[in-house]
């Protein structure tokens, strides 16, 4: 656009502002700045030192990203049980075997390795900082309350092919339930806990985390014990016809309507 940040020959043109500059720099150097320069000119400069064999090695995940990866598991196992509880509202006929996998899923995934590690090494380091403690005892509780939901669930799922409309209606109200609590739950966590944590910890400490969270998954479910969960959620989905991710894709129809500015929210 002509102006000279973009124009490199007009930059240092004689009697520019950059050439008194570098005139007056050129003559305040220091000797040793004039000994570096040569010397460069004979041996070459040196470049930026090699960085340590460690820090060319993989690194772990971070806890805020193994963490927000769980919860895509969370989420999957979340539209499992909105679409269980839509199929027996439905009157669909519906295998308990299925809702008792859903439920088992959780038992393992959610509640043995996932909040497990939220409460052992999250929270806990919020709670001794002092940070976000209200929010912090809303996330524990709501942890209580999902496992005595999940634990009716598989109680309900465990009786004979769910044909009882009674069954089936307390059983669609507590999957909904939990959906209901659990996904503003784990959105609270990615917009305000995983982001704060690198402030109520040591970088030590916050690199540690991601170790002990891998270490534990290989422990709990072997070596990709990750990716056999997520199939396991995927078995589910396909029992539920649920398992394409296309089909959620809804066509598009342009609504007739005349664009009004909305009103602000008011707080
Ligand atoms: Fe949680
Ligand atoms: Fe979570």
């Known amino acids: 656009m002509g ?14 502002e950059t050439l008194r500059t570098l005139l007056i720099l050129t003559l305040f150097a220091p000797p040793a700045l004039w000994l570096g320069l040569a ?19 993989p690194q772990p995940a971070t806890a805020p990203e193994d963490m927000l990866a769980q919860h895509g598991v969370v989420d999957r196992i979340l539209d499992v049980y909105a679409e269980l509880a839509r199929q ?18 959780v038992q393992t995934f959610v509640e043995g390795y996932h909040e497990k590690l939220e409460e052992d090494l999250v929270f806990v380091r919020f709670e001794a900082a002092g940070r976000e403690l209200r929010l912090i005892g809303t996330l524990r509780r709501q942890h209580r309350v999902a496992a005595l ?16 409309p009674a069954d089936r209606a307390r059983l669609a109200a507590d999957l909904r339930s ?19 944590l690198r402030e109520v910890v040591t970088p030590e400490d916050f690199y540690d985390m991601g170790v002990t969270i891998g270490r534990r998954r290989r422990e709990l479910f ?46």
């Not at 308990?96 to 899923?105: D, F, H, I, Q, V």
């Not at 396991?232 to 016809?241: H, K, N």
């Open 3 to 16: 102006d000279r940040a973009s124009d490199p020959h007009q930059a240092i043109r004689p009697g520019s």
């Open 39 to 57: 010397g460069c000119m004979v041996w070459g400069c040196p470049g930026p030192p090699p960085p340590p064999p460690e820090a060319r090695l």
């Open 88 to 105: 027996l509202e439905g009157g669909r006929p519906v295998r308990s075997e299925t809702a008792w996998n859903a439920a088992g899923l």
């Open 149 to 164: 939901l999940n634990a009716q669930i598989l109680l309900l799922a465990s009786r004979a092919d769910l044909e009882d």
């Open 178 to 196: 939990y959906v209901r609590m659990y996904r503003p739950h784990t959105a609270r966590e990615d917009t305000v806990i995983f982001p704060e």
């Open 222 to 267: 072997g070596p990709g014990g990750y990716e056999r969960i997520v199939e396991r959620v995927a078995d589910v989905e396909r029992v539920l016809g649920i398992h394409r991710l296309e089909e959620f894709t809804p066509g598009f129809q342009p609504a007739a309507v005349t664009p009004r500015r909305p009103r602000p929210l008011e707080r």
